[in-house]
């Protein structure tokens, strides 16, 4: 597997799910818009949980929702994202490892992403821990294969929605499910990061 990119979008709706719930573990699915060979371009992420995260059958209704919704906006799954409830532990969970092995029966190039809890506030790194699948484990990815394009503008911009309160726009697959009028597909947060990113550098 070569390099990842991650969008801004992507990148923005993961921190502040993790920032969202900072006691929680939290999950996400990984998408892309981009049918192009090479690098996998993860252009949105969909928020799942927040709770409960090894409950099967949430995680499997999730995963069918956000399939069907993918084919028909001619996206497709490419990954999973977390963060563990202890902000120095960005290890995989078995959780983590069997959703992401799922993933990777559909996308051979699926990659798993870890939030490191412990470098959020950092200003000089993404912080991301990144594995790949390779001979049936997951293992470590070198670092430097983790492309975000003008990093100081999207770490400004993620930082403007927290501390504005903008944070609570997001609605993950729980949140939906205790109320059903919320829209996990989180159409109002999107056009909220779009308007902040497209006066900083263009369309990230």
């Known amino acids: 597997m070569g390099e990842v990119e991650l969008s801004c979008r992507a990148y923005v709706k993961m921190f502040l799910h993790a920032s969202l719930f900072p006691r929680c573990s939290i999950n996400g699915l990984l998408l892309s818009s981009s049918s192009a060979g090479g690098a996998v371009c993860v252009t949105d992420c969909v928020p799942l949980l927040h709770s409960h995260l090894p409950l099967a ?3 499997q209704l999730a995963l069918t929702q956000v399939d069907v919704w993918c084919s028909q906006t001619k996206q497709r799954i490419v990954g999973y994202y977390q963060a563990n409830a202890c902000v120095t532990d960005s290890s995989p ?3 983590a490892m069997k959703i992401a092995d799922k993933i990777s029966e559909q996308f051979d190039n699926a990659v798993l992403l870890m939030l490191d809890g412990s470098k959020m506030s950092s200003d000089r790194v993404p912080p ?4 790949e ?9 070198d670092k430097h294969t983790i492309m975000l394009r003008q990093w100081d503008e999207i770490r400004s911009i993620a930082t403007q929605m927290l501390e504005s309160g903008d944070h609570s726009l997001l609605v993950d697959f729980d949140s939906h499910l205790d109320d059903i009028t919320k829209d996990w597909t ?5 056009t909220k990061i779009a308007e902040l990113s497209s006066p900083a550098n263009g369309n990230i």
């Open 128 to 131: 991301i821990v990144m594995y």
């Open 133 to 141: 699948r390779k001979d049936s484990r997951w293992l470590l990815k």
């Open 93 to 95: 969970t078995p959780c």
């Open 186 to 190: 989180n159409q109002k947060l999107n």
């Open 57 to 59: 059958p949430i995680t």
